[in-house]
């Protein structure tokens, strides 16, 4: 069975750092893209970022409020998604989603696996 | 940047049709999704490629796409089916969500 689940969310200081990782089975990860997915408290969906495949060199995209401050990447032979997280606001509250798309996810991209959520609080 | 808007909220009596619809400029020509997300739960891919179903979801879901709107439909809705959903699509560079709509089955 597809697999996907996160860890390293906790309780920050507004300024310092996080890593989270999003460990994944049942699936040969190094050909799938990996999705970042953040969910406010109370509110939508938002990407945060992803990291194509291997294939795609591994391209990555940013939403505009985290690029330049969040950093993703991978290791495929572990089968693992990173997502560093660097001066963190308090506005980066939220559960954080690692999900699966498709090798390069482009126009017709989905994400058909998600992780349960790791809960990341920034607060003082 | 590409938005979607979804309505807030709907409701909808049991055994009837929900429709939930997902706005957004020329939307009909990119390809949307639809995620269902119960409270305290990840999201749950429904619709894909505007009308398709991965495997394991009922048939009661369906979806469309055209012109501006994209809607997911559930025929026969069900008490179980109560949930966040929102729909997906491709802004170019990245997926884009809208702001999901809280579905009541009342």
């Not at chain 1, 409020?65 to 950093?71: D, H, I, L, N």
């Not at chain 1, 954080?96 to 090798?103: F, I, L, M």
């Not at chain 2, 709907?10 to 939307?27: E, W």
């Not at chain 2, 491709?90 to 579905?103: A, E, I, M, P």
């Amino acid at each position: 069975d597809v697999q996907l689940v996160e860890s390293g969310g906790g309780l920050v200081q507004p300024g310092r750092s996080l890593r989270l990782s999003c460990t994944a089975s049942g699936f040969t990860f190094g050909d799938y893209a990996i999705n970042w997915v953040r969910q406010a408290p109370g509110k939508g969906l938002e990407l945060v970022g992803f990291i194509r495949s291997k294939a795609y060199s591994g391209a990555t995209e940013y939403v505009a409020s985290v690029k330049g401050r969040f950093t993703i990447s991978r290791d495929d032979s572990k089968s693992i998604a990173y997502l560093q997280m660097n001066s963190l606001v308090t506005e980066d509250t939220a559960v954080y989603y690692c999900a699966r798309g498709d090798t390069y996810c482009g126009g017709d991209c989905y994400l058909d696996y998600w992780g349960q959520g790791t809960l990341v609080t920034v607060s003082s | 940047s590409y938005e979607l808007i979804q309505a807030p909220s709907v409701s909808v009596s049991p055994g009837q049709t929900a429709s939930i619809t997902c706005s957004g400029d020329k939307l009909g020509n990119k390809y949307t999704s639809w995620y269902q997300q119960r409270p305290g739960q990840s999201p749950v891919l429904v619709i894909f490629q505007d009308t398709k179903r991965p495997s394991g979801i009922p048939e009661r879901f369906s979806g469309s796409n055209s012109g501006n709107t994209a809607t997911l439909t559930i025929s026969g809705t069900q008490a179980m089916d109560e949930a966040d959903y929102s729909c997906q699509a491709w802004d170019g560079r990245k997926v884009v969500f809208g702001g999901g709509t809280k579905l009541t089955v009342v």
